[in-house]
């Protein structure tokens, strides 16, 4: 499919990236690069990477397709340091949880390249970090956003498109503001929910810590991420999580009304509601 | 350890007991009651119980230890039904995930009796239900709350302490007020959290429920239970519960004001702490 892959700060996600398309024969050859030395050298001695760069831009140079993988407010500043490296026709893609900042300040760094920039966002990845867990199969069957701009090359759409299609994600085609929308409630207020009450429940007292059942364990499990990954994510995409929480902030308020005022009926219809969307998920 | 064990209304958490108490020799013999002809029909078949009874009281009749399995609501009026059939020196418990109201009126409703009552509340289980996914390990290292009253007689509290960590589990010894406030924090209020999460996203686009990822997927797996098993819970928790709720408002909305107000600091820390939280859970 490439002649020629780059993946920039392969982590979980970058190094799945890599794993996924040398398994399936996707590109002749990948290069990598990290800010880190320590991961360099350890990326050296990788299976699924062909060359280790010191720089950004000469991991970038030849390539067909850039995949940059750095937490989202990496992504515009290693855009605009590769441009000078690009091919002509290059598509540079990204994994950012946020999409519309990076998609329009990437194509504003691109503008009067030969260059393109198409953002996506797989919907995957997991509590662990590193490329060392990377996974050739971690976008198998898993959502993937692919955010054009009105104005993005539809051959450079296709090409992406492509490219996420054949790491087995089902794609789907979004404008980055409404992407911005859907995760803000599916995946950033989620994460804000279960931040926040782990938040509250570290000033309760410790020892409860010992008595918490599996439902705490499952509906906490976001919030152990990294804090400054999603203290970036959470700025980038502020107006629409803003939005979610008050929606949100609506709804529990409603749940305490039900319950405050014992109407069953309320409390019963909010708890089937729910139960009815949690068993329609995929 | 038993002559007689009797399990009332075993669905996962009954069938689990009785199944853990079989495989540790813990009875010589287990009976067993269920509400529907068709469960006693299985339970027959069962390999892990004796006898399977058409009432609760003639279940309950010779037993040296009865746990209660029904929900919550259904408890207090079983614990009368069976008084008349219980010997002396019984041991009534359950495994309800409430206690203040279940204990007093269960204890009330065996005033002049020589059996005695001690609630239990085992922080174990899953969204599966029904006794044929009954687990002999399920509450192996599991939490296992016991919740005497002031007055219970000391031996009938070292039983039920000595039945539940026979079964493996930690035994946690707290007043049913205190574990009221516990639950209300470390069970009640994610449940609350979770059902009003997925009510609010059944009012969005449906698509939206094909996009979703893991995050989303483990912090609602509480809300796919029973409505009516917790429109009960809640209801008998409805203080406590109300108490946790509203300082999980204050929470999420110093969340909002950080993130509205730019101020990263502020939520930067509540991340952290969040994420120190999650990291301290057993």
Redesign the interface.
């Known amino acids: 499919m490439f002649e020629s892959l780059t993946v920039l700060a392969p982590g979980l996600l970058g190094g799945s990236v890599a794993k996924a398309a040398r398994s399936r024969g996707l590109a002749r050859r990948i290069a990598v690069w990290s800010r880190r030395m320590e991961t360099r050298a350890a990326l050296r001695t990788a299976g699924w990477c062909d060359a280790v760069f010191e720089t950004a831009a000469e991991a970038a140079h030849g390539s067909e397709l850039v995949v940059i993988c750095a937490p989202v407010d990496q992504i515009v500043p290693l855009v605009a340091s590769i441009r000078p490296a690009l091919s002509p026709g290059c598509v540079v893609t990204d994994v950012g949880s946020v999409k519309s900042a990076i998609c329009r300040q990437s194509h504003a760094a691109l503008a009067g390249a030969e260059a393109c920039f198409v953002g996506a966002h797989p919907?995957?990845?997991?509590e662990r970090t590193g490329h060392e867990h990377a996974d050739a199969e971690l976008f198998r069957g898993?959502?993937c956003?692919v955010t054009p701009l009105a104005d993005t090359a539809p051959a450079s759409i296709d090409r992406t498109v492509a490219f996420w299609r054949a790491l087995d994600a089902?794609v789907?085609t979004e404008s980055p503001e409404r992407h911005d929308e859907?995760v803000a409630?599916?995946?950033h207020?989620?994460?804000?929910?279960?931040?926040?009450?782990?938040?509250?429940?570290?000033r309760?007292?410790?020892r409860?810590?010992?008595?918490?059942?599996?439902?705490?364990?499952?509906?906490?499990?976001?919030?152990?991420?990294?804090?400054?990954l999603?203290?970036s994510i959470?700025?980038q995409n502020?107006e629409e999580?803003?939005r979610a929480?008050?929606?949100?902030?609506d709804?529990?308020?409603?749940?305490?009304a039900a319950?405050?005022n014992?109407d069953?009926l309320a409390?019963?219809s909010?708890?089937?509601?729910?139960?009815?969307?949690?068993?329609?998920?995929?």
């Open positions: 919907m995957a990845g997991s898993r959502p956003f089902r789907v859907i409630h599916i995946s207020l989620p994460h804000a929910l279960a931040s926040s009450l782990c938040s509250l429940l570290s309760r007292d410790p409860w810590r010992d008595l918490a059942g599996n439902g705490l364990r499952d509906s906490t499990r976001i919030a152990a991420s990294d804090a400054d999603w203290l959470f700025e502020r999580v803003l929480i008050s929606a949100f902030e709804e529990v308020s409603c749940f305490r319950l405050a014992s069953r409390l019963r909010l708890l089937e509601r729910g139960r009815s969307f949690r068993h329609s998920l995929r």
